[in-house]
């Protein structure tokens, strides 16, 4: 896959020697097709409407790894959600192809760390429900330290518990 800071397929560039299926021939593209490399394994699971990438694809490293990503007329808009042996394991943000943010469950922790991916700072630690909603408390940073912590409620902030603004905390 590529690297955070990289723009993601504009449209996706099939390897020399892969195996298409079905054979699009020389009309549009249009419906779901897997792309095959050279030892018949899966790459990706595309989705072609016109000939553009629209909607889920499956971009895979390996077998057990993959990322579905939301295309919409060949750029990825939304999150992309990486599955390594069918566990969700990150959440990518795209806007106009390009990865945003980055969400990545804490090892033995509830909470979810958010980071820009342009940069890698952090940008928060948060709880979130099944839909993707912040609950209970959230710690949020700025340059790499934090600003404050909040409380959640379906997804919306209730209130600040602490803020920090240089070296003093408020409460």
Avoid at 11 to 23: R, S, V, Y
Wanted: overall charge neutral; charged content about 35%; some cysteine.
């Amino acid at each position: 896959m590529d690297s955070n800071n990289q723009l993601i397929y504009k449209g996706f560039d099939i390897p020399e020697g892969a195996i298409i299926e079905p054979n699009p021939g020389k009309g549009k593209w249009n419906g779901e097709y897997t792309i095959y490399d050279s030892n018949k394994l899966v790459i990706a699971k595309l989705q072609y409407k016109n000939s553009q990438l629209f909607g889920d694809c499956k971009l895979f490293e390996n077998p057990q790894k993959f990322e579905k990503r939301p295309y919409v007329n060949d750029i990825a808009n939304g999150w992309g959600i990486v599955y390594e042996n069918d566990k969700e394991t990150k959440r990518y943000f795209y806007k106009d192809g390009k990865r945003i943010l980055m969400l990545e469950q804490e090892k033995e922790t509830k909470f979810k760390r958010e980071t820009d991916c342009q940069n890698g700072h952090l940008l928060s630690l948060c709880e979130y429900d099944e839909k993707f909603n912040r609950i209970n408390i959230g710690y949020f940073f700025k340059d790499n330290r934090i600003e404050k912590a909040c409380v959640f409620v379906n997804g919306k902030e209730t209130r600040i518990v602490k803020e920090f603004n240089d070296n003093i905390m408020t409460e």
